[in-house]
Every structure is written in structure tokens, then in C-alpha cells.
């Protein structure tokens, strides 16, 4: 029997989706984000607007809601070529160079400016050191980031410290780091895809997971989960990255015209998830759903001296690439 990935590849080429029978100028761009998510607006509207930078000449063409399959999958097809762009969390190219996955740890960044600013794939000197291994061991280039918003904890009962998720199994990204953080919320980690979060959370299968209130929102987690917790342990800032063999098969002004209007579109991110949050609040809590803060109980300085001991427990190796991030302004 064929595994998943293999057949979808293999649909992939049915329907003249491969590498091999592409232009260079026409690019496929995957990701798992659903509608109604920034990162889904960001994806469409930055295939327009290259479009329109590169006077028709670079097409986009984009498939969300993992058309082309889970993050692990668009992963490999981007190394591979068969998919041309994608965009997740810095720590899914952490199957490439483990490092990586520093863009994604909690409480490193100020704001989300700062996240941004760290995560310029032109100026960030932590991340020109690793997208230099990541073109060299993958053949994969980070070309761009989408701010969504600071991620918070979602449940079907209040919490106000890492004592009341002790024990209790919450839903991890199925990324290391993930796992390491739960873990160090005393939850018990439980991986699921993105996909399957919503039927995971209704079963029981976890009772909680933790991710910006656009995707809570958009997702209509609502209708599974009572609580949530205002943490904002992470700054959600995920990597647009690039397959090197297609992006070095575009000319340099293509390239400069795309990374421009990557960047405008990371600052226009921002702006949406800033001017959003409160309305999100207000929208969430007209479905039902309460919320914790520092004001009405939250501890926040617990999460961080739970979370932080055991990130850099688990990976010591973060400790340089954390003091750059640190210094940027």
C-alpha cells in the first residue's frame, strides 16, 4: 500500500502539479492555514501583488488548507521541488537545521515588532547564519515572515497557572520545541496536526491547545473550547521559505520585487494582528468563551518559570542564537 505522502505526490503529477512540468516563473505555494487565518490573506494577497511587482512575469499559485498535504509533507516537497514556496512555523524547517526552531521559542521576543524585526531574512544575523545551512543542508531558503499574533491557551476549563494543566493532555504542534513547551507547562504533550485539532479536542483526545486567537477564531474553536488563557508565551511568527533551485532559476530583479513584497506584507501582517486582537476578544466572548489575564488571576510569571528552565534544558544549543535575538532593536 502506498504511504499518504507518495500518493498525494502522485495526484500532484496526475494533475501536472511537479517541478519537472512547471515554468520557472509559475510557483506553487502550500500551506495549512484555514480562511478566515491571517496567514491565508497574507498568501493570497502577496501572490497578487508579485504578480503585479514582476509585471506578470512570476505567477503564485496558492493552496491552503493542506491541499498539498500536513506541514511535514510540504516540508519535503519544498526540499524536493515538487512544491515551490510555503510558509509555518520556523520550527517546521527544523527537521532541515534543528536551530532553527529558536524563531519559535516562548518568551524571547519583546513584541511583536521586535519578533519581526529578528526574523528579517535580510538584516537578522542569527537568521542569515542559519538560512546559509538551510540552503546548504536542504536547499531550502527562508525569504519571509508572517506575524499572526501572540498565541494563548485555549481549554474547556479556566487556568490561571501551569497547575491546573499538570497531567492533563494538551495538543502540541508536532515540532519538538512544541512538545518541549507543553511539557513544561506540566501538561501531558500530545501531538496533532493542525487539521485534525478541532475532532482531536471534541473526542477528548486533548483537552486544550494553544495558538493566536485568529486562528481560535477562524477555526471556530469556540464550539469545543470554554476558556482561554491570555499567556502570549509565543510571538506566532512563521517563516516563508523557498525551494533554492526555483528561487535561484528566477532573474535577481524577480527576486528583489518578491522579497520587497514579502517584507511590505510582513509589516501589513502586523498591522492586522494589532488591530484585531480586541475585536477577537469581543467576537470570542459573544460565543461564549471567558478570558484569563493578568487582571483577574493569571499568573504569567509562573508559565515563565516553568516553560523557560525546560527549553533550555532540552535545547541548550539555543543559547547563542537567544542572546542575538535578544540584541536586536
Excluded: C
Amino acid at each position: 500500500m502506498l504511504h499518504a505522502s507518495t500518493r498525494r505526490l502522485m495526484a500532484a503529477a496526475a494533475i501536472g502539479l511537479l517541478g519537472t512540468q512547471a515554468t520557472a516563473a509559475d510557483l506553487r505555494y502550500a500551506h495549512v492555514g484555514a480562511e478566515g487565518d491571517f496567514q491565508t490573506r497574507f498568501a493570497a494577497e502577496a501572490a497578487e501583488e508579485i504578480g503585479t511587482a514582476t509585471d506578470g512575469e512570476v505567477t503564485i499559485n496558492v493552496f491552503p488548507a493542506s491541499q498539498l498535504g500536513n506541514v511535514a509533507e510540504m516540508v519535503d516537497g519544498v526540499k524536493l521541488g515538487s512544491i515551490h514556496m510555503g510558509h509555518h512555523d520556523f520550527a517546521s524547517l527544523a527537521r532541515i537545521v534543528p536551530e532553527i526552531a529558536v524563531f519559535n521559542a516562548p518568551f524571547i521576543y519583546r513584541d511583536g515588532a521586535h519578533a519581526l524585526a529578528a526574523t528579517d531574512p535580510a538584516t537578522s544575523e542569527a537568521l542569515i547564519a542559519l538560512n546559509e545551512r538551510l540552503v546548504e543542508e536542504g536547499g531550502v531558503r527562508v525569504i519571509g515572515r508572517i506575524y499572526r499574533g501572540a498565541r494563548h491557551i485555549s481549554s474547556n476549563f479556566e487556568i490561571k497557572s501551569p497547575d491546573d494543566m499538570t497531567g492533563k493532555p494538551f495538543r502540541a504542534v508536532p515540532l519538538d520545541l512544541w512538545i518541549s513547551m507543553i511539557k513544561g507547562m506540566g501538561a501531558t504533550p500530545t501531538p496533532v496536526e493542525v487539521s485534525e485539532l478541532p475532532t482531536a479536542l471534541m473526542t477528548g483526545l486533548v483537552v486544550g491547545q494553544e495558538n493566536p486567537l485568529t486562528m481560535i477564531s477562524a477555526n471556530a474553536l469556540h464550539e469545543v473550547q470554554s476558556h482561554v488563557a491570555m499567556t502570549g508565551h509565543m510571538q506566532s511568527v512563521l517563516a516563508v521559505f523557498v525551494n533554492e533551485n526555483a528561487w535561484q532559476g528566477l532573474t535577481e530583479e524577480q527576486r528583489a520585487a518578491i522579497s520587497k513584497v514579502l517584507d511590505d506584507k510582513a509589516q501589513q501582517s502586523l498591522e492586522w494582528a494589532q488591530a484585531s486582537e480586541a475585536d477577537l476578544i469581543t467576537e470570542l466572548e459573544g460565543k461564549g468563551m471567558v478570558f484569563t489575564t493578568e487582571e483577574n488571576g493569571l499568573d504569567l510569571a509562573a508559565f515563565r518559570d516553568k516553560v523557560l528552565p525546560q527549553i533550555t534544558a532540552d535545547f541548550p544549543e539555543y543559547e547563542d542564537y537567544i542572546a542575538q535575538i535578544s540584541a536586536v532593536e
